[in-house]
């Protein structure tokens, strides 16, 4: 990409890329890395970065979806600031995963692939993330948690809010207040 190409990226991230498909003996095969830092950066593939991505290496868009949609790490909508994933597969299932979930869920207020409405949290059930032995186990955007009980979920919440800048005067549980308000109003 020339540099009076306007990009949407950082001039870190564009110089990354320029470096990135001159590396490999095929430009497309920079693609997942791409994708990859772009997310991390952008928060998302949006059409935006679809776009810019799929000129860098010189195939279409629509080679880029294709690639894109394979991998359930990529995504294409926003999520929050901490992406929450649990991993219900066999062994955290047998540990306790779903209770684990279903803590997270009652916490949050918010289900699969849902997002806070303060945009702090977002949570996913996810397949197994390599940490069998120390099950049940959940990843929080980078940073992997083993053998987390449901009792840990609201100190584990209130110190990733924390980490937001979002001060713990109780909006944690608004997911669960209104939840509970529903309740009340119900009975
Ligand atoms: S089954 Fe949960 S980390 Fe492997």
């Not at 997310?39 to 810019?52: F, M, R, T």
Request: hydrophobic share 40%; charged share 20%; aromatic share 10%.
């Amino acid at each position: 990409m020339s540099n009076e190409t306007m990009t949407i990226f950082s001039p870190q991230l564009a110089a990354r890329f320029d470096a990135l498909v001159e590396k490999y003996p095929v430009r497309r095969s920079a693609l997942i890395p791409m994708l990859l830092y772009a997310q991390d950066e952008i928060g998302y593939l949006s059409d935006s970065v679809i776009a810019e991505v799929a000129e860098r290496i010189g195939i279409t868009e629509l080679d880029v979806r294709n690639v894109a949609t394979y991998y359930s790490m990529l995504r294409f909508k926003p999520v929050g600031k901490f992406n929450v994933q649990v991993c219900t597969n066999i062994c955290c299932m047998l540990s306790g995963a779903y209770e684990l979930y279903e803590r997270f869920q009652e916490e949050l207020g918010i289900g699969h692939k849902g997002v806070t409405a303060d945009g702090v949290f977002s949570l996913e059930e996810v397949e197994c993330i390599g940490a069998c032995c120390w099950a049940p186990a959940i990843q929080v955007n980078y940073e992997f948690l083993d053998e987390v009980k449901p009792e840990q979920v609201p100190n584990l919440l209130a110190g990733y809010r924390g980490k937001a800048g979002v001060p713990s005067d109780g909006s944690l549980s608004q997911g669960r207040k209104a939840q509970t308000e529903g309740k009340a109003a119900d009975a």
